[in-house]
C-alpha cells in the first residue's frame, strides 16, 4: 500500500538546538532511497507503507543512538484507493486549482 | 522498542457519518490484542513499534475494503530510552504533580 | 464556531520530564473553565474557536515563563455545521456501532 | 508571541477531490498577507500568534460556506522563547549541520 506522509521529529531531553537530530533524520531517508524532501516543519516522504515507517522507526533509533533520551514524532499519512497519487501530483492539482480562478 | 501512540483515521469520501469507521478501528485494535483506548479525538495504543503500525495499516486497510476511497490519518508517537513507561505511567505522573501543588 | 481540539503540548529544552509542564496545561485549562479532559497522549477540549485558542497560547506563555525555552504543540480539531456535537457524542456514537454489531 | 505552523485542512463529506478546498486555504493565505507556503501535506505558515490562528479560522469558515459539512484539522506549531526564529532558519540550519557531516 502506497501512503504518502509527511513527519516531525522532535527530541526531547537533549537540549534547545535540534538541527543535528534533523540532519540526521535526513541522513537516514538519504539512505532509505525513498523520495523525501525537507521543508520547514518536517519532512515528505512516500512510498510503501512498511518502507516509510522503517525509515521512521530507523530515525528514532538513530537518535535514540546519538543519546536523545526521549523522541516525540508526529506523523500525518494519507492512502487511497481510487487511484494512484504521489506528492508531486498533490501539489500540481492544487496550483491547476489557483489557475483556473485567477484565469 | 516500545511505542506510545496516538492516532486519529479521517475517513475521506465516505460521506460525513464517520462512526461507523471508528467502531471499525475499534475492532481492529481489539483483534490485535494490544493495550488501547478510545478518546474522544482518537485512540491511543501500545505495545512493540512494529505490532502497532502493523495494526495501525490494517485499519486502513479494513477502511479501504469498507469502501472508504481515501483515508487522513494523524499519528502522535513517543518513544523513549531512559526507563520504561506506560500509558497509565504518563496520566499518573501528571496527577501526582498536580496534588502535589494543591497540598 | 464550536471546536472539539485534542493537543499535545512537548516542552523542548527543559529536560526529560514533562510532568510538571503537563500539569500546568491542566491547571491553565482549569482556569478556561472550558470543557476538558487529559488522556495518555494529550488533553481534550472544546469550546468556542478563540476561547480554545486563548487557552492553548496560555498554556505557551505560562510553560515559557516557568523557563521552558521551545514549545512543540499538536493541535487536532475538528469543526462542523451539519448538526452540534460535543465530545461525550462522539464515544456514544461509536460505542452504538460497536453494540449493534455484536448484537 | 510569534510561532511557525503547518497546517493540514482536511475536509470530510465533500467528496473524493480536496484540491479546490486547498486551493480556497491558498487563497485565504494570500489574503492574509502571512508568509506560507504550500507543501504536498499541508502549508507551512508563520506570524503573530492571534493573526495565525485567525488566518487558519477563516479557512475553515471559508470551506464551511463552499459547502463542506465537516472539516478535520492538524496543526503543528512552535514558539520559542530563546531566539528568534523563522521558517527559512530552520530549514538553513538543518542544511548547514548536512553540509558540516559531508566535509
Redesign the interface.
Known sequence: ?HV???F?V????A??S???Y??EV??VLQASHLQH??????T?VEGE??EV?TAI?RC??SL?TMGV??????????????RDQC??D??A??Q???DQ?SE
Open positions: 500500500m504518502i506522509v509527511d516531525t522532535v527530541p526531547v531531553g537540549g534547545i535540534l538541527s543535528p534533523i540532519a535526513e541522513r524532501e525537507l521543508h520547514a516543519n518536517g515528505n507503507w512498511e515507517m522507526r528514532h533509533e535514540h533520551p526521549r523522541i516525540h514524532t508526529d506523523i500525518k499519512l494519507g492512502t487511497r484507493v481510487d506528492m508531486a498533490k501539489v492539482s492544487v491547476r486549482k489557483l480562478r
